[in-house]
């Protein structure tokens, strides 16, 4: 028969048993909750006309699902509004969120307000473009020049020492339009010699095709053609389309929204170098998450580039590029990605 001093000694034992399991319970629940990383993402524009921004933005939006982090998007109506796209810096500086995500409108201007974000204890990663000054945590972009570089070397195939040819860029002063015209430059080599009109659209699609309009009235010889991103592109090849001057000038791009596609396998667009954004803007959420949480990110992320022709843009590895599932497949199969 067990005696009072051994029940009390039993209870007292089940008692601290239990608090034990109670307080292991609550540092188990603690270590394994993290409070919503908050994250605004500031794009150079917000233009639902636009897949290459629709996608990025849709990339962006199926990390923070994923991640379960607290996203919101702030953006500009046009990608020149410079001044805006600061005046949201600051508005989401104020909110003290735990990282910015930016895609800088200007290589320059915005340099100050991305400052700003760093001085108030803020995180920050760059999409898309980048800016004068190296003090990003993490940086997720084409590489431009090289995207560039594989667009004017192609371009050599339809170039000889008569040709003449023109660039119709998209924002002057951002990093994506100083690299295109670079590696563009570098890939035609001495061909470079023959640029003779460098214009910008603003990224713009009707400023696109009325600068391409001029060019072709005023400059009859001009036989090479290339705009520097989407807006730019379809502009120029619905210029030379309408024009009905397909036969005699070559017509290059970036980017592959549908109707960059249709125009490519109309024979308009001779090649077309193709981007990622999707995989750019869940790149950029994800690398915002990582340094929230203090885990090892990739200081500097190339989201690739690829030259698709008509020629090959039936293969299965393009089909997946200029045809991309907007889901976690695509993003498991087509990040290119060296860690």
């Not at 921004?53 to 990390?63: F, I, K, Q, T």
């Not at 898309?128 to 070397?153: H, M, P, Q, R």
């Not at 970036?254 to 790149?283: C, H, R």
Request: aromatic share 8%; with cysteine; hydrophobic share 45%.
């Amino acid at each position: 028969m067990m005696t009072v001093k051994r029940k009390i000694k039993v209870a007292g034992t089940i008692v601290l048993c239990f608090l034990f399991i109670v307080i292991l319970g609550i540092v188990f629940q603690k270590n394994n909750e993290r409070s919503s990383v908050k994250v605004i993402f500031i794009a150079k524009v917000l233009d639902n006309t636009n897949e290459f921004w629709s996608a990025l933005v849709a990339g962006a939006n199926m990390a923070a699902q994923e991640y379960g982090v607290e996203l919101t998007v702030m953006g500009p109506k046009e990608e020149t509004d410079i001044a805006g796209q600061n005046r949201m810096i600051d508005e989401a500086i104020a909110k003290k969120p735990d990282v910015i995500v930016l895609t800088p409108d200007s290589f320059k201007e915005t340099t100050p307000y991305a400052r700003k974000i760093k001085a108030a204890g803020i995180h920050l990663v760059l999409v898309d473009s980048v800016i004068d000054a190296d003090f990003a945590d993490s940086e997720v972009a084409t590489n431009n020049f090289e995207a560039g570089a594989k667009l004017g070397n192609y371009m050599r195939l339809f170039t000889d020492k008569e040709s003449q040819i023109a660039f119709v860029g998209n924002v002057q002063g951002t990093s994506t339009a100083i690299e295109r015209e670079e590696g563009i430059r570098f890939g035609l080599k001495e061909y470079d010699a023959q640029v003779k009109e460098v214009v910008f659209c603003g990224s713009e699609f009707q400023t696109a095709y009325d600068l391409t309009m001029e060019i072709l009235e005023e400059q009859p010889d001009i036989t090479v053609i290339v705009g520097f991103n989407e807006y730019s592109a379809v502009g120029v090849a619905r210029a030379v389309k309408d024009k009905g001057v397909g036969n005699r000038v070559a017509v290059f791009g970036i980017d592959s929204s549908i109707e960059q596609v249709k125009l490519l396998e109309e024979g308009i667009f001779k090649g077309l170098v193709i981007q990622n954004p999707f995989n750019m803007g869940y790149l950029g959420v994800e690398q915002a998450v990582k340094i929230a949480d203090g885990k090892e990110n990739i200081r500097k992320l190339d989201s690739g580039s690829t030259l698709v022709t008509k020629q090959d843009m039936y293969s299965k590895e393009n089909q997946k590029l200029l045809f991309p599932f907007i889901g976690r497949q695509a993003v498991e199969e087509e990040i290119i990605v060296s860690k």
